[in-house]
């Protein structure tokens, strides 16, 4: 079946920046979404991206499209203590209906 | 305005128990979601609705579990029985159909423990 990979844990000191990756093997996946999941909450979409795209900036997040090697990353600038949480890659179809969650990453921001 | 709401937050039960959680969906919300989600692991769509039909509930196990959202609105998902296996949080996630990037909205979820 169709998945979607990403490194289970990162750590990095605050004010630094924050790469977190992801591949995907669905090539006819439409979007790629990161979504942040805190202790006990939820998960919360952060940002997405079209396939026809190769990179969105919003605020301090930059998300990377690679869509030959089916790879997405998300880019955290001036990483915050607040930024502690689970990162979740997502590829999804038109409509986003069948959507296929990473495993994922894990982000320690030490003070 | 209120997100999605799901109830019981926790839950601990005997095995062979039979268990039901609750979702509210964010109002105008046609599209409802079940996520499975193991320790460690990424959610998993367990049966997705638009309104009140079940469109999508290859991944349920239907032998011990079942949902309904009769109105079209809220959802309850239940498992009799329950097995130690069982043990995860499930997830009910909301969005409006036909929004092309379908943003998913997430509940707090309900966590199972199987004794």
């Known amino acids: 079946g169709e998945d979607v990979e990403q490194s289970l844990f990162l750590s990095v000191r605050e004010g630094d920046s924050s790469v977190i990756n992801c591949t995907y093997t669905?090539?006819?996946?439409?979007?790629l979404y990161w979504y942040k999941q805190e202790p006990g909450a939820g998960l919360q979409l952060l940002t997405y991206?079209?396939?026809?795209?190769d990179m969105k900036q919003d605020q301090r997040l930059t998300v990377l499209l690679n869509k030959k090697d089916k790879h997405l990353s998300l880019r955290i600038a001036d990483t915050q203590t607040g930024d502690s949480a689970i990162y979740f890659c997502a590829a999804g179809n038109t409509g986003g209906f069948k959507t296929i969650f990473g495993a994922g990453t894990r982000l320690f921001v030490k003070a | 305005e209120a997100g999605v709401v799901q109830s019981p937050r926790y839950k601990i039960i005997e095995k062979k128990q039979p268990v039901a959680f609750w979702c509210n969906p964010i109002s105008g919300h046609n599209t409802l979601y079940w996520y499975l989600q193991n320790l460690g692991q990424g959610p998993e769509l367990l049966i997705r609705y638009e309104n009140e039909e079940a469109v999508d509930d290859s991944q349920l196990p239907k032998d011990r579990f079942s949902a309904e959202r009769l109105k079209g609105v809220d959802s309850t998902l239940k498992i009799q029985p329950a097995e130690l296996g069982d043990s995860a949080v499930y997830l009910c996630?909301?969005?409006?159909?036909?929004?092309?990037?379908?943003?998913?909205?997430f509940g707090p979820g309900t966590r199972l423990t199987v004794l």
């Open positions: 996630a909301s969005s409006l159909s036909g929004g092309s990037e379908n943003e998913q909205f």
């Open positions: 991206i079209f396939s026809n795209m």
């Open positions: 669905d090539s006819s996946s439409t979007y």
